[in-house]
C-alpha cells in the first residue's frame, strides 16, 4: 500500500456519514482505486450498518471490502465540522481514516490495517499528532509510520 500526500483530505464539509461516504467513494474512483462509486459507497454504508466504526476522541475507521476496490487503500480525512456518529465515547466525529480492501484481501490485508490504526490511535502522542497536524507531508510520515509497523518515538 503506497500512502502518500493525495491520499489526505483536510477540512471536509459534510453533513453525515452518509454524504461523507460518498465523497470518499466519489475520490476514491477519480483516484483510481475503485472502480464504482456507488458500489463503494454501498459498501461503507453495510459495514456501518452492522456496527458502527466510531472509535474514541472523535477518530472513526469505516471500512468498505468490495470488488470494486482495486488495491488496498487508507484515506486520512479530516473534517471541517464534527459529525454524528455512533462512539465509545459519545463523541462526534472529526478525523476519519477509511480503509478499502478488495474482497479477496478482506481476511488478511484488510485486518492487518485496521489492526494496525487502532493500536495506532490508542496511543496519546499519535492521537495528537493527528489531530493537530496541518502539515500533509508530516501526517504521511506519521501514518505511514504506523501503516507498516514502526512505532513512533
Given at each position: ?5 493525495t ?5 471536509v ?13 466519489s ?16 459498501a461503507f454504508n453495510?459495514r456501518?450498518?452492522?456496527y ?15 470488488d470494486?476496490?482495486?488495491t488496498p487503500t487508507?484515506?486520512f ?11 465509545f ?7 476519519v481514516f477509511?480503509l ?7 481476511g ?16 496519546a502522542?499519535?492521537?495528537q499528532q493527528?489531530q ?20 513512533i518515538?
Amino acid at each position: 500500500m503506497n500512502f502518500k500526500e493525495t491520499n489526505i483530505l483536510l477540512d471536509v464539509t459534510v453533513a453525515s456519514k452518509e454524504e461523507l461516504f460518498e465523497v470518499i467513494a466519489s475520490y476514491a474512483y477519480e483516484s483510481g482505486y475503485v472502480t464504482n462509486v456507488d458500489e463503494t459507497r454501498r459498501a461503507f454504508n453495510e459495514r456501518e450498518e452492522e456496527y458502527s466504526t466510531g472509535l474514541q476522541e472523535g477518530f472513526a475507521i469505516p471500512h468498505a471490502k468490495a470488488d470494486t476496490v482495486l488495491t488496498p487503500t487508507v484515506l486520512f480525512i479530516r473534517l471541517k465540522h464534527e459529525i454524528e456518529w455512533e462512539t465509545f465515547d459519545d463523541s462526534a466525529v472529526k478525523n476519519v481514516f477509511a480503509l478499502m480492501v478488495p474482497k479477496e484481501d478482506e481476511g488478511t490485508v484488510h485486518l492487518e490495517m485496521l489492526s494496525r490504526l487502532a493500536t495506532a490511535l490508542l496511543e496519546a502522542e499519535f492521537i495528537q499528532q493527528v489531530q493537530q497536524s496541518e502539515d500533509k507531508t508530516q501526517l504521511v510520515e506519521l501514518i505511514k509510520k504506523e501503516m507498516i509497523g514502526e512505532r513512533i518515538r
